[in-house]
């Protein structure tokens, strides 16, 4: 099975709402990274997290290794957050392996 | 500020015909990676350098090599190019895990 189970696969949001984006992992991850993936198709770091919970304007992360997941929390949405948004997992001892889930495809409405 | 290019950013190859792609990065990282994105799938790592000549398989290396003769620069060859070799490829580095990617290269195989 997959290592890296993302959810959900899609998301809308009217303009100044909020979700939670939620990976889930079936062995001990070393990190994780958030990334999303604009309309021009550039994959944009949004955070890289060995532990804890890490905040950056209207996007807080949280990643927590002994119960094996992490969230991407989008508040206050805008429509330049459309996109896809991919967490990416290192296996403890891969030596900087990422493992990507499939993605959550969020829409941003008026 | 941090940078990967990768060239071209297109490209349109007939089956059988040899494919080189190139991907540099100006922040000395030791570590690069080359990956390839198929719509609907997250990324899938195709192969992973530590370093000038110390090359490494990634998880679907089958019918692809690669080339690092200086730290700052990363090729991936196709011999005889496949129509599912058809999609998008992206570059990546890193120093001590979170992974920087260039804009990718979009690839068709006829």
């Known amino acids: 099975g997959d290592q890296v189970e993302q959810s959900p696969s899609a998301l809308s949001l009217h303009e100044g709402t909020g979700s939670a984006l939620r990976c889930n992992f079936t062995?001990?991850?070393?990190?994780v990274q958030w990334f999303q993936q604009n309309s021009r198709g550039s994959l944009i770091n949004l955070f890289y997290?060995?532990?804890g919970t890490k905040e950056n304007g209207r996007l807080k992360s949280t990643f927590n290794s002994k119960e094996s997941y992490s969230t991407l929390h989008i508040r206050d949405a805008q429509l330049e957050d459309s996109g896809t948004y991919f967490c990416?997992?290192?296996?403890?001892?891969?030596?900087?392996?990422?493992?990507f889930g499939k993605g959550t495809l969020l829409t941003v409405t008026p | 500020d941090m940078k990967v290019t990768q060239m071209p950013r297109y490209l349109i190859k007939r089956m059988g015909e040899n494919v080189l792609l190139e991907c540099g990065q100006d922040?000395?990282?030791?570590?690069m990676y080359w990956y390839r994105q198929d719509p609907g799938l997250g990324l899938q790592l195709i192969y992973i350098?530590?370093?000038?000549?110390?090359?490494s398989e990634g998880d679907i290396p089958k019918g692809y090599r690669v080339s690092r003769k200086k730290r700052e620069h990363f090729s991936l060859i196709l011999d005889s190019a496949k129509t599912n070799q058809t999609s998008v490829y992206f570059c990546?580095?890193?120093?001590?895990?979170?992974?920087?990617f260039g804009p990718g290269t979009r690839l068709t195989v006829l």
């Open positions: 997290l060995a532990s």
């Open positions: 350098s530590y370093d000038v000549d110390s090359n």
């Open positions: 062995t001990t991850m070393r990190a």
């Open positions: 922040m000395s990282h030791e570590t």
């Open positions: 990546a580095s890193s120093w001590t895990g979170e992974q920087y």
């Open positions: 990416a997992a290192e296996v403890g001892g891969s030596n900087y392996k990422l493992t």
